[in-house]
């Protein structure tokens, strides 16, 4: 597998000193039906610790930092992308080549 930085990420990530990416799968059912979908973020040391001792994530390193990818079936493509996108002033992170 193959890790692929957008570069305005690379400089947000500079910019907020975090260098983990942690993608979980979150199910959310506080409606009729249940919602299961990929959330992709950034994360600190602790919190990365967290997940690899707790939750049991996969560690990925990469030339920019390190990725966490859960213990689930997934599928993924020979090349993961990870961009920034913002909607107003919140930022968020972006993912290609990873499915449920």
């Known amino acids: ?8 990420l690379q400089k947000y990530m500079l ?3 975090k260098s983990i990416i ?22 600190n040391s602790k919190r990365a610790d967290f997940f690899k001792t707790k939750k049991h994530f996969r560690s990925y390193a990469t030339e920019v930092g390190e990725v966490f990818l859960p213990p ?9 992308i990870f ?12 993912q290609q080549g990873i499915r449920l």
């Open 1 to 8: 597998m193959k890790f692929v930085y957008e570069e305005a």
């Open 15 to 17: 910019q907020k000193k």
């Open 22 to 43: 942690a993608v979980e799968v979150i199910t959310s059912d506080h409606s009729d039906f249940e919602v299961t979908e990929l959330h992709v973020h950034l994360v």
């Open 72 to 80: 689930y079936r997934l599928e993924y493509d020979e090349t993961i």
């Open 83 to 94: 961009g920034l996108k913002s909607f107003l002033w919140f930022k968020y992170v972006t």
